[in-house]
DNA sequence: CTAGTTGCAAATCATTTGCACTTGC
DNA sequence: GCAAGTGCAAATGATTTGCAACTAG
């Protein structure tokens, strides 16, 4: 239930965020924008404002409840924080974003931060493409 | 000179797009964001409209003379291509980028897109951390 | 009860665009 | 001379914020 998870951070139950933390559980995908998020839950029924569901999102990023991801063409997507870190593949055609993770990427990244002297807060590595199906599709 | 730069990709030789090309060529950084060349040019008395900046550096950047890089704050920065590619090590403290290459990251992404089906258009890794001076610094 | 939360509309920020004017070739 | 390039100001799109009304604990 979402209410565990939300009291766990310190935030109050309320409906908006609620209904937010169940999207992106349940949600038609488990990468999404603000936007995403806020049509999903209108097309549901559900009645939220656009600026709630952006403070909702940061609060829950804040809170490590979510990550949220900036990719090149200027649009984020958060995903449900699963504990779990790695890396995205993204279709620059069809939008389609998959995840991956590389142990061995990771080491180097450690190792060429620690070379020059840096303390790693986050990173992020996104590959963009064409997937099988939209290289067939044309 | 930087004309020759110019007429090699097509492009007109005009005063805005000879300063910009400066600019990236001997301004105080190799990463610098349009509004940088801006403030740049401005405070070197050339006179200059930050529309035009953004139009000249997505010229260049069509054609291959410089690469744009969106950093996760939500702005982005153009280098000068030199032909090779490199990765960013961005301190979110004093905002430094530090370049890097590593060979073994390079095929590993090249390995996981062919293992996924993608083919590879574009890819951007960036750490981000706190430099060795501002770590002192606090 | 009352601090935290929300909705709405207006504000911001980075970037883009329409259009009349200017300039390179 | 004319198409391409530029300046300016207004438009855009994503995200944030001020503030008055609401609600969880």
Chains 1, 2 share one sequence.
Do not use: W
């Amino acid at each position: 239930m979402e209410t565990a998870e939300l009291k766990n951070v310190g935030l109050k139950i309320t409906g908006p965020r609620t209904k937010v933390l169940k999207v992106l559980e349940n949600g038609p995908d488990r990468h999404l924008s603000a936007e995403d998020i806020y049509n999903y839950l209108l097309s549901t029924g559900d009645d939220i404002a656009l600026a709630t569901v952006y403070r909702v999102l940061t609060q829950f990023e804040t809170a490590k409840l979510v990550t949220r991801h900036h990719f090149a063409d200027g649009h984020s997507v958060f995903e449900l924080n699963a504990g779990d870190h790695h890396d995205h593949i993204v279709c620059i055609k069809c939008g389609r974003v998959e995840e991956f993770f590389d142990p061995e990427i990771e080491a180097r990244q450690e190792a060429i931060a620690q070379e020059k002297g840096y303390k790693i807060t986050d990173h992020s590595l996104n590959i963009y493409g064409i997937c099988a199906k939209c290289d067939q599709t044309g």
